[in-house]
């Protein structure tokens, strides 16, 4: 064994490099600050390790990006884990990069002879920054692809080659598949190389001008091993521990958010994504940006952070006097502030602003969503998540009925997406459109002409209200209970999911139901169930509320086998072309309340 | 220890000199061979001609109220995305205004400040941008000197067509500038 080392030292000097690392002297001693520059190494290192896994699991195009992250995140044993480390190393890399500048500049250490290394510090700053630029969209969820388009857009405001280096970043006029591969290939190539590059430099420039320890110490020097290697194991120990709490700490509380980093739902361009912020870090460039106005945001951007920088980076030659040094540290404990400040002020604007808020809520409930979806037995398709949540009624529903429909008509009182709604009521409340309950309202001499129903439209004074009004309202309880089967099985005929157990109880009623409707009560005389009558003057009842009917209802309300010419107002949505039949589609299928529910646990 | 330089000539100082000259520069030139590779396939994007423009059927006159409020429409045209081509890619969506009996506005929902979307407030009767705060009145004009937007929301051309279809030349302009630059 030991022949076998002497042999390696000679050849490699590698004891005398061990001698220089482990038996550094520190003068003055060990202390708790001079381990910021171990804690900086060991994220960098937890990145590396946790970044390549990653990269192995990653696939970037517009299609298989989310995707992927998607599948590592829910499918792969310790994939959020592996997520979270990445993640959150890089939300407290930052801190820690602050602290050991702090750090260097109030012990002197970038004075002579230790310049060029301090240079090195601050370039290194400025490429981990970078990568959480790049890094924010890799998995191609709404928030990142938002945040970084902001970014982006910023960076294009740099006059002359401003837009040009926006076009080669993201590999054309638009975002797509080469916006992915190169940031890809920036986060996880060039800029990881061109750290490792500095991390060389500095840790050979460290070497040769060894520690910068205490000016006026009362303390004898000590070697590096054992006494600062331990206080650094510990503070890495401290770190680990810290990410590991931030991992879990949603399941440890019992709070909503997710175990390890959040994935929003897939990058839509077309679909706005108003929450858009970029990470806690860069929270303060994006407050101090709000006080610049039109075109002066250069100098918010690019102009003022450059002076602030420039003069950091001029430090050790201010602080070749007592008083420039004290200068340098009043100086960026005043960056510091000033940012902690303005991060402060984003933060609580939003805590307060109840529409970012709802932003974010629905983009949690549709990150949530889509995951169901993902794990759904259809899967994701080879197209991309991104059809899932377009073709999902209960996300899409909603929005299409807000957008289409609540002008006029409510839910549950209110557009669909649990908005008031200025406008006066003029047509039906389609919630739950279709069941015995809703029927049932209809037949109800007391509420037919409430708005709910026919309250609003010219069909208030039509045959139907004033038959409830005159002839059920004096029905004696046996005709009610007719009307009950009637109810039954009009509703039997929209095949709701919801009312699937009761209609299949109450199949004999459902039959009974039928025949006094063409006989007893007289709903034959103007409409038609399962039996063509060429003089109904009222909507065809056959398959009422079902999607088929929807879906015809919503095309032409006017056809004569609905309203005919006693509709009111009510576009033909399909005819018109004012909604794609996909669109409809969704509307009836949320209406009915027909969407995939995962199987409860 | 040949190597080693000699006393030297003035000759051979000038020789030693071009040949340093002609070392620099053979290795320059060897370095170019990649790295002009390189530099062409990454700045491919800026020879490549955008995408031409032409107008898109958003929706019909029917969709859009009287009421003098905005509606938002996606926008879906063909898209080349690299390798990829759609047939129907959302690329974006704007603000449609009825003005008239059959006269539309349309707005880029783009915020011209830094890209996000705007939203219509109803109760403001304003466009807000949910990023910085730009406002715009609901003509598109800036609302407020003090947005950091520094020009109104891009109009765009439309078209209603005889059948009541709302035609829309979609495009996006340049951001964070007074004038609208179509993004190539
Ligand atoms: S992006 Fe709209 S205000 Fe900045």
Known sequence: ?601 | MSMQSQPASAKSGRRSFFKGAFAVVITGIAALVPSLAAFFVLTDPLRRAGESISSVRVTSLEALPNDGVPRKFPVLAPRTDAWNKYADAPIGAVYLRRTGERSVEALNVVCPHAGCFVDFSGERGQFICPCHNSSFKVDGSRAALTSPAARGLDSLEVEVRADGSVWVRFENFEAGRAEKIPVA
């Open chain 1, 1 to 601: 064994m030991k022949g076998a080392l002497d042999w390696l030292d000679q050849r490699t000097g590698f004891r005398q490099l061990v001698e220089d690392l482990f038996f550094a002297n520190i003068p003055g001693g060990s202390r708790w600050r001079y381990a910021t520059g171990t804690a900086v190494i060991f994220c960098i290192f937890i990145q590396f390790v946790t970044g390549v896994a990653l990269w192995l699991s990653y696939s970037p195009s517009t299609q298989t990006a989310w995707e992927s992250v998607n599948y590592l995140q829910n499918h792969v044993a310790g994939g959020w884990m592996l997520r979270g480390l990445h993640h959150y190393t890089a939300q407290i890399l930052p801190v820690v990069l602050a602290l050991h500048l702090m750090q260097v500049v109030i012990g002197g250490a970038y004075k002579a002879p230790r310049e060029v290394n301090f240079w090195f510090t601050l370039l290194l700053i400025q490429v981990v920054l970078f990568m959480a630029l790049t890094g924010y969209q890799l998995p191609w969820d709404q928030k990142g692809f938002w945040a970084t388009k902001v970014a982006m857009n910023i960076l294009g405001i740099v006059p002359v080659i401003g837009q040009k280096l926006q076009t080669i970043l993201i590999g054309g006029p638009d975002y797509g598949q080469l916006t992915l591969t190169r940031f890809f290939g920036i986060h996880a190539g060039i800029l990881p190389g061109t750290l490792i590059a500095l991390l060389i430099i500095h840790a050979y420039l460290f070497r040769r001008h060894g520690f910068k320890g205490a000016q006026s110490s009362r303390k004898p020097d000590a070697p590096f091993w054992p006494d600062q290697a331990l206080r650094n194991a510990v503070v890495c120990l401290a770190i680990a521990a810290t990410l590991s709490f931030l991992i879990v700490r949603h399941r440890l509380f019992g709070t909503s958010g997710p175990l390890g980093a959040e994935l929003g739902a897939p990058a839509d361009p077309s679909e706005p994504y108003s929450a858009a912020r970029p990470e806690w870090y860069f929270l303060f460039l994006y407050q101090f940006l709000k006080y610049f106005p039109a075109q002066m945001e250069i100098m918010g951007a690019i102009i003022i952070p450059g002076i602030v920088m420039t003069i950091i980076f001029l430090m050790p030659f201010i602080g070749r006097s007592p008083s420039g040094h004290r200068f340098n540290i009043g100086f960026l404990a005043c960056v510091f502030v000033c940012a902690g400040l303005l991060a402060s002020i984003a933060f609580s604007g939003d805590a307060h602003n109840s529409s970012y808020q709802a932003a974010v809520k629905a983009a949690r409930l549709e990150a949530e969503r889509v995951k169901q979806l993902a794990d759904s037995p259809t899967g994701v398709p080879a197209g991309g998540a991104i059809t899932l949540l377009r073709n999902d009624p209960f996300t899409q529903g909603p929005k299409l009925f807000a957008k289409n429909c609540a002008s006029c008509h409510r839910y549950n009182g209110h557009d669909g997406l649990g908005n008031f709604v200025k406008d006066p009521q003029h047509a039906s409340d389609l919630a739950d459109f279709g069941s015995r309950a809703w029927l049932a309202g209809l037949l109800d001499p007391e509420c037919v002409s409430s708005t709910n129903y026919f309250g609003a439209t010219k069909l208030r004074d039509g045959k139907m209200p004033k038959f409830v009004k005159t002839k059920v309202a004096h029905y004696m309880p046996e005709q009610k209970a007719q009307l009950q089967k009637v109810i039954a099985a009009v509703s039997a005929e929209a095949q709701l999911k919801s009312q699937a157990l009761s209609d299949a109880h109450d199949a004999a009623d459902i039959v009974e139901g039928r025949a006094l409707f063409r006989d007893a009560i007289g709903c034959a005389d103007c409409h038609q169930l399962r039996e063509p009558d060429e003089n109904a003057t009222a909507p065809d009842l056959t398959g009422w509320g079902s999607r088929e009917w929807l879906v015809k209802f919503l095309n032409n309300p006017a056809h004569p086998n609905f309203y005919g010419d006693h509709n009111d107002h009510m576009p033909a949505f399909g005819e018109k072309q004012i909604l794609t039949s996909q669109s409809i589609g969704l509307i009836a299928d949320w209406l009915r309340g027909d969407w995939y529910e995962p199987a409860k646990p």
